[in-house]
Nanobody, 135 residues
Framework: QVHLVESGGGLVQPGGSLRLSCEVSGFEESGLSLDYYCIGWFRQAPGQEREGVAC????????FYEDSAKGRFTIARDLAKNTASLQMSSLEPEDTAVYYCAAGSTSTAVLQAVGSMPPRFYDYWGQGTLVNVSS
């Protein structure tokens, strides 16, 4: 069974930084290959719809960023540890949300062509980790 487990959320002051991690497991056991999956980060603020942040083709390493994440957030992956990370800097109160990682078979090349990463493109989801940007 595929599992995605987020960690690293917490309280951070405005202007601060935080690094989220997503541990990915169960793909091989489920007959799936991470070669064909993009691991994405999403966020959902109270009362708001879930929105995409960034995605990385797990094996190839290609990336896609939503406009809101460009310049402040960096997505990466560690093939040895089967983890994906989201390094966030210059955080603002508006970044307060539950952050989710998710796996989908739509490549970053398609996301670039589409211009976004809608949640419906993703098949597997973690439980989320809360990021609270507040003084």
């Amino acid at each position: 069974q595929v599992h995605l487990v987020e960690s690293g959320g917490g309280l951070v002051q405005p202007g601060g930084s935080l690094r989220l991690s997503c541990e990915v497991s169960g793909f091989e056991e489920s007959g799936l290959s991470l070669d064909y999956y993009c691991i994405g980060w999403f966020r959902q603020a109270p009362g708001q719809e879930r929105e995409g942040v960034a995605c990385i083709d797990f094996t190839k390493g290609s990336t896609f960023y939503e406009d809101s994440a460009k310049g402040r957030f960096t997505i990466a992956r560690d093939l040895a540890k089967n983890t994906a990370s989201l390094q966030m800097s210059s955080l603002e109160p508006e970044d307060t949300a539950v952050y989710y990682c998710a796996a989908g078979s739509t490549s970053t090349a398609v996301l670039q062509a589409v211009g976004s990463m809608p949640p419906r493109f993703y098949d597997y989801w973690g439980q989320g980790t809360l990021v609270n940007v507040s003084s």
